[in-house]
């Protein structure tokens, strides 16, 4: 029996992982392959999960903890791929506050699972909006010190490194950033790509399909300093319904309440790492979010619905206390559905900090 190719796509929170792996699966797909995916996540209620699936793709979530710290379920949940249809490729998102993945993940898969897997290139994307800021040193980066190392560190392990969202960026910002990744990060290869308009994306389907020495970057990681950029974070995953005797558009509702949360965000200074909202209705749904304080609120899957009933999750990465956290989301839901006529339904809330990071497996020792 073949090995399953496993391809792990990293990066920080809002990256733009999940719209890089809908894509990948489309085209490995098209190519005859059958596709399965992984997400990661501190909890359960992920938005990511729920986009792909309402996209037809074989999703298995990983919830509880990262990648690292659950490895075990990891293999698990790609075993379970297997019983419906084995996959010849695995695409794997790793939780976007993660780092040292190749000696956690990568690693303990070659070794360990030898037979079962074909490790591919691991790619890190970067997210411009805070990692420009963060590449610079500027004094205000968005993020603690703390934070920002976890988000070096996510590119000191990478195989490649992908600047992400190029559609969005001026030339000369982009020709800025990859001077700065080449400067800081020289032996990684560095591409250009928008996920959303596929510009670029070529190249990067080139290079995750090559095979050779791979995963071999050691690297020396201080979990104290990560353990606080970690918990620096609030972390809320919220699953809720919203009714209107009228129907609304369901894609007014999702940027409302985006909006409403930056603002509302801004107002005390809490720097948002990712916003995310998906609402789904009927067969239909939509998808909004924010990934920086200093960027704008998006659609990134409009649904173009007009519904009275739709079940919504949202999902917030901010720094700030997870108590505070939960009063901003739900009084912006709350008044974003009130704008409609519509009342929502809480079903259930998790807020927290990220807990200290405790892998199963950790190799430092190169492959042989």
Not at 304 to 326: D, F, I, K, S, Y
């Amino acid at each position: 029996m073949s090995s399953i190719r496993f391809l792990m796509l990293g990066g920080f929170l809002g990256a733009g992982k999940t719209t890089t792996i809908s894509r990948l699966a489309r085209h490995y797909q098209s190519q005859g392959h059958k596709v399965g995916i992984v997400t990661n996540d501190q909890a359960t209620d992920l938005v990511d999960t729920n986009s792909l699936r309402a996209q037809g793709f074989d999703v298995g979530e990983v919830p509880g903890a990262c990648f690292c710290c659950n490895f075990n379920k990891l293999t698990e949940t790609v075993g379970e791929l297997n019983e419906s249809a084995r996959p010849d490729i695995v695409l794997a998102e790793p939780v976007g506050s993660c780092t040292d993945l190749v000696a956690t993940v990568v690693r303990p898969l070659q070794q360990l699972f030898s037979a079962t897997f074909d490790v591919a290139p691991y790619a890190v994307l970067l997210k411009p909006s805070h990692g420009g800021r963060i590449l610079r040193g500027d004094a205000r980066g968005g993020f603690s010190p703390q934070a920002s190392y976890i988000f070096k560190k996510q590119l000191e392990e990478a195989d490649l490194i992908v600047i992400n969202r190029i559609d969005e960026l001026p030339a000369d910002e982009a020709e800025a950033l990859a001077s700065l990744l080449a400067t800081q990060y020289p032996a990684a290869p560095v591409l250009r790509m928008s996920a959303r308009t596929g510009a670029g994306f070529d190249a990067l389907v080139e290079l995750l399909a090559q095979r050779g020495q791979f995963g071999r970057r050691v690297m020396d990681v201080d979990y104290d300093t990560y353990a606080i950029g970690e918990a620096e974070l609030g972390w809320l995953n919220m699953s809720l319904s919203a009714s209107a005797r009228q129907p609304m558009a369901l894609d007014e509702l999702l940027l409302d309440i985006i909006s409403r949360l930056q603002d509302s965000l801004a107002a005390i200074d809490a720097e948002t790492a990712h916003l995310k909202a998906i609402g789904m209705a009927d067969g239909a749904y939509g998808v909004a979010n924010l990934v920086s304080s200093f960027s704008q609120p998006e659609l990134s899957l409009p649904s173009r619905a007009l519904v009275t009933q739709a079940q919504l999750v949202v999902n917030a990465r901010v720094a700030t206390a997870p108590e505070t956290l939960t009063d901003h989301v739900e009084r912006a839901v709350q008044a974003a559905c009130a704008a409609r006529g519509a009342a929502p339904t809480f079903q259930q809330t998790q807020s927290f900090r990220p807990g200290r990071p405790v892998p199963t497996h950790r190799i430092l020792e190169p492959i042989a």
